[in-house]
């Protein structure tokens, strides 16, 4: 099984981000995925380790990024808005 530590996961979210971002207030790292069907691509005698960082700017604007640890590589993806976020609202 892949090894997927919050402070790998964190690491290389952030560097998924635009530079010209808002200030971060809040990070959130999370086993699993944020959306229940995500799809995991893999053989059946592999494990992916999924999770995703949230993260919660100073204008209140949430996204999250999810994460995977698959043959010792961890990748990002892009950077989602987080819905259930009242503040993002009006925001692209």
């Keep these: 099984?892949?090894?997927?530590?919050?402070?790998?996961?964190?690491t290389t979210a952030l560097g998924s981000l635009p530079a010209d971002r808002a200030?971060?207030?809040r990070i959130q790292f999370l086993y699993g995925s944020?959306?229940?069907?995500?799809p995991a691509f893999v053989a059946p005698n592999d494990r992916a380790t999924i999770g995703f960082v949230q993260f919660t700017y100073e204008d209140g604007w949430r996204?999250?990024?999810?994460?995977?640890?698959?043959h010792g590589e961890v990748s990002a993806a892009a950077p989602m808005p987080y819905p259930q976020s009242s503040a993002n609202q009006g925001r692209p």
Aim: proline share 4%.
């Design 1 to 10: 099984m892949a090894s997927l530590s919050c402070e790998l996961a964190v």
């Design 23 to 25: 200030a971060i207030t």
């Design 34 to 38: 944020r959306v229940p069907y995500f």
């Design 63 to 70: 996204e999250y990024v999810d994460v995977v640890a698959f």
